[in-house]
T-cell receptor, first 117, second 111 residues
């Protein structure tokens, strides 16, 4: 598609359940990023993929969080045993890494709003 | 540690006047700075960028100024329009590293 697509747009779950959030990046973009924005906070980096590998996972808050990317395209962020503090908007972005403009411009999806009750 | 800081959580500006959004950073290694704009329930959208070797970049109503000695950048919007009401994020990166964002400034344009 023309933009970054994320699903679901909204997810309400009970504490302790697992959730999966999906990101479909712009076709041809080699880099894919996950960020999250908690209420009243800025954008917090979670993980970055170059192709299918993740050179930087430093932002994952705990081992309950994991992500994978397959075929250099779709990525899934999985949160196991969700906690209330996991409630946030999870944003995915992709980029073609300096595709001519000089700057690495990330294009974001609309996000997946996760609410943990 | 907050490497990119936006110390003003909110700003109100009269329509037609200049809006100035500020951003400070601590990492002198940053080589690119970007501004993003975010409407509610949407992802951030890219506005304008500046390389660390420049001190000014202009794109229509938007101009970004970089003062490396002060580790400070600012975004000027002139003239401000109602559609500019949004949250603005400053971001920076170096090399192949991730984009580090500030906490955002909510800009409200008063008609």
């Amino acid at each position: 598609g023309a933009g970054v697509s994320q699903s679901p747009s909204n997810k309400v779950t009970e504490k302790g359940k697992d959730v999966e959030l999906r990101c479909d990046p712009i076709s041809g973009h080699t880099a894919l990023y996950w960020y999250r924005q908690s209420l009243g906070q800025g954008l917090e980096f979670l993980i970055y993929f170059q192709g299918n590998s993740a050179p930087d996972k430093s932002g994952l808050p705990s081992d309950r969080f994991s992500a994978e990317r397959t075929g250099g395209s779709v990525s899934t962020l999985t949160i196991q045993r969700t906690q209330q503090e996991d409630s946030a908007v999870y944003l995915c972005a992709s980029s073609d890494l300096y595709g001519g403009s000089g700057a690495n411009v990330l294009t974001f999806g609309a996000g997946s709003r996760l609410t943990v009750l | 540690d907050q490497q990119v800081k936006q110390n003003s959580p909110s700003l109100s500006v009269q329509e037609g006047r200049i809006s100035i959004l500020n951003c400070d950073y601590t990492n002198s290694m940053f080589d690119y700075f970007l501004w993003y704009k975010k409407y509610p329930a949407e992802g951030p959208t890219f506005l304008i960028s500046i390389s660390s070797i420049k001190d000014k970049n202009e794109d229509g109503r938007f101009t970004v100024f970089l003062n490396k000695s002060a580790k400070h950048l600012s975004l000027h919007i002139v003239p401000s329009q109602p559609g500019d009401s949004a949250v603005y994020f400053c971001a920076a990166y170096f090399g192949n590293e991730k984009l580090t964002f500030g906490t955002g400034t909510r800009l409200t344009i008063i008609p």
